[in-house]
């Protein structure tokens, strides 16, 4: 039997505090050259605005392919490993909360990227995340949000345990506890390299793509396209991830 243990605080700022310091480290493997492309491309010249952007492992190359790029962070210790990195400096980040706090400007692109729309506690507040989305677009901007489809088959008798990476150097696999009435996880990332071991707590309230649109349909934002990944091949129903892409609904 697994026991539930106590709940973890869902505050903006907790992912950050226990994984900062080993996240770019831990998620080098993850190239963001796809990515960076596809949004690119969709920014048409920006400027773009990331809700938390972390250390920057999307924004810094988007900066770098002369997109000027602005971010969310509820984590200073996420913001710090930013700062600490060429270009950082040249990004204006708020530390708050996605749902609510402003960043000034019009964008032609927010980005949510990574999952991160779980990281919020519960449906109000991804709707709120949406509406703030929305809030920071121009005319005909768009809202990316890239995040998994729940499985919940993956899990036996509400546990499941799996590799998420396998490498001679590293071991990175994830426990987690399903609780379905509420469509939330407890997870934890175990991390095995010679330095030792680290746990990286994240809790999800998971959402399947159907209500991620009927949220954008609630801010003012249509579905332009949903995609399998950032190789932009057709979503469909062996897919396990989705990048959506959602546009304001008053653009021509
Ligand atoms: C999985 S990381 C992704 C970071 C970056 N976007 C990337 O793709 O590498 C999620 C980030 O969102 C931040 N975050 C989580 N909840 C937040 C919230 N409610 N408001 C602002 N930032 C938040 C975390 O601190 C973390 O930096």
Same mark, same amino acid.
């Given at each position: 039997?697994?026991?539930?243990?106590?709940?973890? %605080?869902?505050?903006?700022?907790?992912?950050? !505090?226990?994984?900062?310091?080993?996240?770019?480290?831990?998620?080098?493997?993850?190239?963001?050259?796809?990515?960076?492309?596809?949004?690119?491309?969709?920014?048409?010249?920006?400027?773009?605005?990331?809700?938390?952007?972390?250390?920057?492992?999307?924004?810094?190359?988007?900066?770098?392919?002369?997109?000027?790029?602005?971010?969310?962070?509820?984590? %200073?210790?996420?913001?710090?490993?930013?700062?600490?990195?060429?270009?950082?400096?040249?990004?204006?980040? @708020?530390?708050?909360?996605? #749902?609510?706090?402003? $960043? +000034?400007?019009?964008?032609?692109?927010?980005?949510? @990227?990574?999952?991160?729309?779980? @990281?919020? +506690?519960?449906?109000?507040?991804?709707?709120?995340?949406?509406?703030?989305?929305?809030?920071?677009?121009?005319?005909?901007?768009?809202?990316?949000?890239?995040?998994?489809?729940?499985?919940?088959?993956?899990?036996?008798?509400? %546990?499941?345990?799996?590799? $998420? !990476?396998?490498?001679?150097?590293?071991?990175?696999?994830?426990?987690?506890?399903?609780? *379905?009435?509420?469509?939330?996880? #407890? #997870?934890?990332?175990?991390?095995?390299? @010679?330095?030792?071991?680290?746990?990286? +707590?994240?809790?999800?309230?998971?959402?399947?793509?159907?209500?991620?649109?009927?949220?954008?349909?609630?801010?003012?934002?249509?579905?332009?396209? !949903?995609?399998?990944?950032?190789?932009?091949? *057709?979503?469909?129903?062996?897919?396990?991830?989705?990048?959506?892409?959602?546009?304001?609904?008053?653009?021509?």
């Amino acid at each position: 039997m697994v026991v539930r243990e106590a709940e973890l %605080s869902f505050d903006a700022s907790a992912y950050g !505090r226990y994984v900062a310091d080993v996240y770019d480290e831990t998620y080098a493997y993850l190239t963001p050259d796809s990515a960076v492309q596809v949004l690119a491309e969709l920014a048409e010249g920006g400027p773009v605005c990331e809700f938390g952007i972390g250390t920057g492992r999307l924004a810094l190359p988007l900066v770098e392919r002369g997109l000027t790029v602005a971010g969310i962070e509820g984590s %200073s210790d996420m913001v710090a490993g930013l700062r600490s990195k060429a270009g950082g400096d040249r990004i204006d980040v @708020a530390v708050g909360d996605f #749902t609510h706090t402003r $960043v +000034p400007g019009d964008f032609a692109l927010v980005l949510l @990227a990574f999952n991160t729309v779980f @990281a919020l +506690p519960d449906q109000a507040a991804q709707v709120a995340c949406f509406r703030n989305a929305a809030a920071h677009l121009r005319p005909g901007g768009r809202f990316v949000v890239e995040a998994w489809v729940p499985d919940p088959a993956a899990f036996r008798n509400g %546990s499941a345990l799996r590799p $998420v !990476r396998v490498a001679e150097d590293e071991v990175l696999l994830e426990a987690a506890l399903l609780h *379905p009435a509420e469509q939330r996880m #407890t #997870t934890t990332k175990v991390r095995l390299t @010679a330095g030792g071991v680290h746990l990286l +707590p994240a809790n999800h309230r998971y959402a399947w793509p159907a209500e991620l649109d009927l949220m954008a349909e609630l801010a003012g934002l249509r579905r332009e396209h !949903r995609w399998a990944g950032w190789t932009r091949l *057709p979503f469909g129903d062996d897919s396990r991830e989705h990048v959506s892409v959602y546009r304001r609904a008053d653009s021509a």
